[in-house]
């Protein structure tokens, strides 16, 4: 009986961190909207670059980097390869 009690306690955690990790990595951005481009980051680019090419000469490139991070819910500036960025129009 104890074997029982330990064997479902050790289930229901597997099933708890299987939840936990799923709805974590399910976190993407919705689809581009109208007027929105998608971007493949490049080896070697940085955010800081992408939005400066996606604002061109006008505007603030902190506020745009900022943008983009808030459409593509990052945390953080750090970027890897081959990952899409939705830029905002």
Known sequence: MKWGF????????FCGALLVIT????EQPASP?????IV?????DTLWEI???AIGHHGDIREM???I???????SE???????LIIPN
Do not use: C, W
């Not at 909207?33 to 481009?37: A, D, F, I, R, V």
């Open 23 to 26: 709805e974590a990595s399910s």
């Open 6 to 13: 330990a064997l479902a306690f050790a289930i229901i955690l």
């Open 78 to 84: 750090l970027l890897q390869s081959g990952q899409m």
């Open 40 to 44: 493949y980051v490049a080896p070697g």
């Open 65 to 67: 980097v900022h943008e």
């Open 51 to 53: 939005a400066s090419t």
């Open 33 to 37: 909207m109208e007027g929105e481009t």
């Open 69 to 75: 991070k808030v459409r593509n819910g990052l945390d």
